[in-house]
């Protein structure tokens, strides 16, 4: 995993967005004590993402630590006019997940977790197939990954030490 990790100062502009959350509970001598766990993800709507685990006793308080954590292991993504550049295939554990792009007008066509982490990072028009495990954990890791694997034309040019016009024509 590349990991193209990214440094935001203010926090104003980052918008968050709750993906999943799950009622744990643990049996004691004294009864039932219940935790809740928090998956959130947070993003600019322009090529920025980050996903953070947020675990309390409260909801309000699992979101909030969620909301931190996933400020700290933000995630710059290359988003062309509402699309990505290229098709991406990752996995994270049981999750496998397929990102196409698609033209304008197309919508996003996902589902679930994958739709919150698509949405957050400002991607309009993309075309996604989860297969495999339905976990929103690994689906939100397997989706973010796949994202970090994106490069654009301008990145691939300087890599190879070309012009843009070589990367397109051979």
Sequence with gaps: ????????????????????????????????????????????????IGYGLGKAGEVTAAIAKGVEAAK???????????TIPHEIEA?????????????????LKAGGAMRAVLETVGVNDVIAKSKGSANPHNLVKATIEALDQLRDAYTIAGVRGISMEKVFNG
């Design 72 to 82: 700290k292991n933000l995630v710059k993504v290359p988003v062309l006019k509402g």
């Design 91 to 107: 996995t994270f554990s049981g999750a496998h997940v397929l990102l196409k792009p698609a033209a304008a007008g197309t919508g």
């Design 1 to 48: 995993m590349a990991m193209n990790k990214v440094r935001i100062t203010s926090d104003s502009e980052l918008k968050d967005r709750l993906v999943a959350i799950n009622r744990v509970t643990k049996v004691t001598k004294g009864g039932r004590t219940f935790t809740f766990a928090a998956i959130v993800v947070v993003g600019d709507g322009n090529g920025v």
